[in-house]
């Protein structure tokens, strides 16, 4: 094994034989997109979490908390209502494994 200062290889090698830590890695990392996603929209829209909040009928600390890489709790109807409102389309895809 050769050495490396790649994060991801790293950390692909540190969980290769550990199926749930996999699984909490992947999660993980959706969670990170979505949140992601919600804020660059957001930023592209001109918009302050406020603004966006009054969009589509919550509250600023809801769009922090979906914005926040660690929440877990994303629902596919509050991403359609943040789409809508930022006239984008949402857009979900399941792929084969292998291109996952």
Known sequence: MTNTNDALKIIRRSIAGDLELQKLVKKAFINAQVSLIIYDVRRQAGLT????????GTTRSVIARLEDADY???SLSMLARIAA???????IKMLPKELA
């Open 49 to 56: 979490q406020q603004q966006l909040a009054n969009l589509i």
């Open 72 to 74: 877990e709790e994303h």
């Open 85 to 91: 409102a930022l006239d984008r389309k949402l857009e």
